[in-house]
């Protein structure tokens, strides 16, 4: 019986626990990556740059599914659209499947007023990385089998800069802050590729905003730490809504910011 190709352009962090849970699902998983990197068990490692299109020509022509989840390696307009917008046209042109997943990004809302933003919320980005992600959406929108999953902010082992600021004594600000576990992700994008009829786009996100002037009085709490008197002024950022996920079957295996922030305190070295 053959497989399922699923080929996983950006086998970084969410890519890779993605490319592993398919292949426990027995899927067939190709994973593209800029270096020669071990690719985890089962999965087949290219090397392939999206950004330049080299490695793309000796893909397989054809996938049942692509999920783009790549990662620019710097942080201005060039580089965005160069892997973002060109680069999802490259591996569409060198390889083609009738499902395709791109991760997006909710930058692409511009509301930093408390509101609450969903699928139905316009989107009009104000900054360049919000502008260019919604270009690439534009490009893969023509497609009948194309998806957008628009993550909130990433966290989880590795990723723990809110830990060291409320370690270091900083009180945050009262900025609606929004959050998803890295693994809670990756099963996020394995779970639409299961989906029969999925919509056009999703909001992956936990079940909670909170301020971050809550979320690092958690933390300091949680630590025994002492209490820091959290500054003044409006609320500020937006709260994502990950109503339409949810509906189609999805569910956080982390619903909150306490429930994943301590399973990280718990680990040792965190």
Not at 18 to 34: H, P, Y
Not at 101 to 110: K, N
Not at 232 to 249: F, I, K, Q, T, Y
Not at 253 to 267: D, E, F, M, W
Request: charged residues 25%; glycine residues 12%; contains cysteine.
């Amino acid at each position: 019986m053959s497989k399922d190709l699923v080929v996983v352009a950006g086998a970084g962090d969410v890519g890779s626990r993605l490319a592993a849970l398919r292949i426990a699902r027995g899927d067939d998983v190709i994973a593209l990556r800029r270096r020669d990197v071990p690719a985890g068990e089962g999965v087949r490692a290219h090397r392939a740059n999206l950004a330049t299109g080299e490695g793309l020509s000796t893909l397989p022509r054809q996938a049942v599914s692509i999920v783009f989840c790549a990662a620019p390696d710097q942080r201005d307009e060039a580089a965005y659209r160069g892997l973002y917008h060109d680069g999802l046209r490259r591996l569409l042109d060198a390889c083609q499947a009738p499902r395709v997943v791109f991760v997006s990004s909710t930058a692409v809302y511009a509301q930093d007023g408390g509101e609450w933003v969903d699928e139905g919320t316009p989107a009009r980005p104000a900054a360049f990385n919000g502008r260019v992600l919604l270009d690439a959406e534009r490009v893969l929108a023509p497609l009948p089998g194309g998806t957008v999953l628009r993550l909130s902010g990433l966290y989880g082992p590795g990723r723990d800069s809110l830990l060291r600021k409320a370690r270091d004594g900083d009180p945050g600000e009262p900025r609606w802050t929004n959050r998803i576990h890295v693994q809670d992700a990756a099963a996020a994008l394995s779970h639409l590729l299961d989906l029969r009829h999925p919509q056009p786009v999703y909001l992956g996100s936990d079940d909670g905003p909170a301020l971050e002037t809550e979320v690092l009085a958690w933390v300091r709490a949680s630590e025994g730490l002492p209490v820091v008197a959290p500054g003044d002024g409006p609320e500020r950022g937006r709260r994502v809504r990950n109503a339409r996920l949810r509906a189609s079957g999805w569910a956080p295996g982390h619903p909150g910011y306490r429930s994943g922030y301590a399973s990280l305190l718990a680990t040792p070295g965190v």
